[in-house]
């Protein structure tokens, strides 16, 4: 028995495929410095913006999903905090917050 025959693109449209390519960029040129980093202010509800689009949908289990999600928020608010004063970016609690 033979195998199927697959189907294939015409050349043509291969070829014009090739020509999409994205321009080479020089990865080894020389570019601008970074500007200096804002200091970053910790939040103190860092699961607020989650709980304002409300329950997940979930039928029953969206008041444990909605618990889980703010814990993941939460720690992942903490460790970015962390981040942020290991490298001396964390603003001045005595500033005035926004």
Do not use: F, Y
């Not at 028995?1 to 294939?8: D, E, G, K, L, N």
């Amino acid at each position: 028995m033979s195998r199927p025959r697959t189907q294939q693109r015409p050349q043509h449209q291969r070829r014009q495929q090739r020509a999409k390519a994205a321009p080479r960029v020089d990865i080894w040129r020389i570019v601008e410095p970074t500007p200096e980093p804002e200091d970053i202010k910790p939040t103190s509800d860092p699961a607020s913006m989650i709980r304002s689009l409300g329950d997940p949908p979930l039928a029953r289990h969206s008041d444990p999903a909605a618990h889980h999600v703010a814990a993941v928020v939460e720690r992942a608010a903490a460790l970015a905090t962390a981040l942020a004063a290991s490298a001396d970016l964390l603003a001045d609690p005595d500033d005035a917050r926004d």
